[in-house]
């Protein structure tokens, strides 16, 4: 890399963490004061950093409408499918990729099992938001006052005797999910029908997308699916890295 553009993206780190003096930039790159100078003025004339009435520098708007327009054009499907099908390949079963759209989540990614028993999901479904794994991450994610009143309005029907039952174990069961971090459906919309989910995050930490893995009583029982936890949490982590854009730490694989 052209140690000039190195040393620009250098900078742009150290101003995200609030407005920095020329002298700070200078020592933070281990440069002349004339060479960060230089850098800085090249950065500003572009828009990406800002000149302060005090002489420090931040970060200027128009990194911030480039991260913005970057976002939006994210799709997170694309992202995530390379990821889906190495864990599909790695486990053998089924692998879904879920959003939160208005008060549904809806499947916009499927990766079929290996075995003969299949799940009748399919991309574009939604899902049944009191007992699906997916669901219960997307929601949990919900600032407070939306899960209480999300809660508050959803039916809650009894596929099975596992199925959530009201609206007061729902919020207690999005709490855990919240605190631990990853999500399961044992039963709960369809007797012999077991899930484990992880979250996909965006830049911001939000939950933008979940993943899992599902498969029958017959092919795995819910105690061994329970064990692929780690591996579909590495997977989430791997599309969150993706779509975040945060690199990899050097030697990492390029898929979970």
Not at 42 to 52: K, N, P
Not at 64 to 71: K, S
Not at 132 to 155: N, T, W
Not at 190 to 216: D, H, K, M, Q, Y
Request: net charge negative.
């Amino acid at each position: 890399m052209s140690q000039s553009v190195e040393r620009a993206l250098l900078i742009l780190p150290a101003l995200a963490r609030g407005p920095v003096g020329l002298g700070e930039v200078a020592a933070g790159l281990d440069v002349h004061k004339s060479t960060a100078l230089r850098l800085l003025r090249t950065l500003h004339a572009h828009g990406f950093v800002y000149r302060q009435p005090d002489g420090r520098y931040r970060l200027g708007a128009r990194l911030f409408a480039l991260a913005a327009e970057a976002v939006e054009g994210l799709d997170v499907r694309e992202i995530a499918h390379p990821h889906l099908v190495d864990l599909n390949a790695a486990t053998g079963h089924t692998v879904h990729l879920a959003v939160h759209q208005d008060d549904e989540v809806i499947y916009i990614d499927k990766v079929e099992s290996r075995y003969p028993v299949r799940m009748y999901s399919r991309i574009g479904k939604p899902v049944p938001l009191t007992v699906a794994a997916v669901a219960k991450l997307l929601l949990a994610d919900l600032p407070e006052a939306e899960r209480q009143a999300l809660a508050g309005r959803i039916d809650y029907p009894r596929h099975t005797s596992r199925s959530t039952p009201d609206a007061e174990a729902f919020l207690r069961e999005l709490a855990l999910v919240r605190e631990q971090g990853w999500a399961s459906d044992l039963g709960g919309h369809e007797e012999f029908i077991n899930c484990v989910a992880a979250p996909v995050r965006g830049p911001n930490g939000r939950v933008v997308a979940a993943l899992s893995v599902s498969a029958p009583n017959v092919v795995v029982t819910a105690a061994e699916l329970l064990e692929l936890l780690p591996l579909v949490r590495r997977t989430a982590d791997a599309v969150s890295q993706d779509y975040s854009g945060i690199p990899r730490p050097t030697g990492t694989q390029e898929h979970a």
